[in-house]
């Protein structure tokens, strides 16, 4: 970096681009720490934006409310990648320290050059992409190897949770299952055989300095992220060094400021697959918040202000739990009722984190439940009778 700018100290304005539930957490550990937060979301009712000093209700790329924002930020970030890439190129051309920067995060929005990304490095992280194949075109369709099937057809913007894409089994399936998604820009991966998920959080900071978090097992229900576990349960430490090595190279690679998660899948076969990044903190990272020196929230306010990043030392075993909007609905998806809570918060490890959203809807986060515990195994039963609790 050319000039070498100081770090900004409690007391001052931090700004974040999204009001939503990462918005908010990063909000609370900026505010812990005696900053003030400046959120913007076109949402009235987000759930960063009720708790932040000052709240800017406006479009992403509203140039009015963006001015507003640097005048007040010296440092912005995102909690989102779909934040168009000029409301960030805006804010930095407005004198704010942005980061990560909008090259960084547009990899991250497009499947397309996430992959192109993944596969460029490869020789350097020793870990690549599923094999893939782009259609952008009808007649890409008829140039795809056939040993990309069954493949997962993906979009390659917008999709998150599992949403936008199709399992297609042979080729004679993908011009129909191209056309269901409305022929938009799609990158068509091999289906992996897949042995456990896993994923791997960085951070780095102005300095250059680059921290790992130990590594976490996602297990996934309906393409939504159930519970991430720490220490990895079935992840050998080879493969473990091999995966935070990666996602070091890959952070380094793009000049990346702040704190960034890599997904992984692990083979039937031991092989390792790079899946996707996220510009940002991340649900399979929420578990660092109770469990860690430093939780991501907090690495994510340090890396903007330009301050040393903290440990990432695990203090205990962990297993996270999602709560979704489900939880409030009975089988029958009929009325809608708290869950309870008071069997969960009698359970002395377990930590609760609940976003503020009024509104519990099938699959929406609602929130999430840390459980610690003495040993990995302990974490996981505490995780267990928990989510039993709530049914
Ligand atoms: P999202 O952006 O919705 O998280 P992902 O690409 O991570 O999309 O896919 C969601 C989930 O689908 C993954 O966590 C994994 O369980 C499964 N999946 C995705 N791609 C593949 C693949 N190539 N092979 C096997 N399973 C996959
Ligand atoms: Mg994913």
Known sequence: MAEHLEPILPGSYLGILGGGQLGRMFTQAAQAMGYKVCVLDPDPDSPAGSLAEKFIKADYTDSVA?????????????????????????????????????????????????????????????????????????????????DLFPGILK?????????????????????????????????????????????????????????????????????????STVPAPSLKPAQEKKIIEAAKALIRKIDYVGVLCVEFF?????????????????????????ACV??????????MARLPLGDTRLLAPVSMLNLLGDLWFDDNLSTSQEPAWNQVLSHPDAKLHLYGKSDPRIGRK??????????????????????????
């Open 266 to 290: 692990v083979l039937k076969n031991g092989d390792i697959v790079a899946n996707e990044i996220a510009p940002r903190p991340h649900n399979s990272g929420h578990y660092t918040m109770d």
């Open 66 to 146: 963006l001015k507003q924002m640097a005048a007040l930020c010296q440092s912005v970030s995102t909690e989102f990648e779909n934040v168009p890439a000029q409301a960030l190129d805006a804010l930095e051309a407005l004198g704010a320290f942005v980061a990560p920067r909008s090259s960084c995060v547009s990899i991250a929005q497009n499947r397309v050059a996430e992959k192109k990304f993944l596969a460029a490095w490869k020789a350097e992280t020793n870990i690549g992409p599923a094999p893939y194949a782009v259609i952008e075109h009808d007649a890409d369709i008829a140039h795809v190897p056939n």
């Open 294 to 303: 430093t939780g991501q929230f907090e690495q994510q306010v340090r890396s």
């Open 155 to 227: 979009t390659a913007r917008m999709g998150y949770d599992g949403k936008g894409q199709i399992t297609v089994y042979e080729l004679t399936e993908l011009a129909a299952a191209w056309a269901e998604l409305g022929k938009v820009p799609c990158v068509l991966e091999k289906r992996m055989d897949l042995d456990f998920e896993v994923s791997a959080l960085v951070v780095r900071g102005y300095d250059d300095a680059v921290v790992a978090y130990p590594v976490s097992q996602n297990i996934h229900r309906d393409g939504i992220l159930h519970t």
């Open 366 to 391: 609602m929130g999430h439940i840390n459980c610690l515990g003495e040993s990995l195994n302990q974490a996981r039963q505490n995780c267990a009778a928990v989510a039993v609790e709530l049914g």
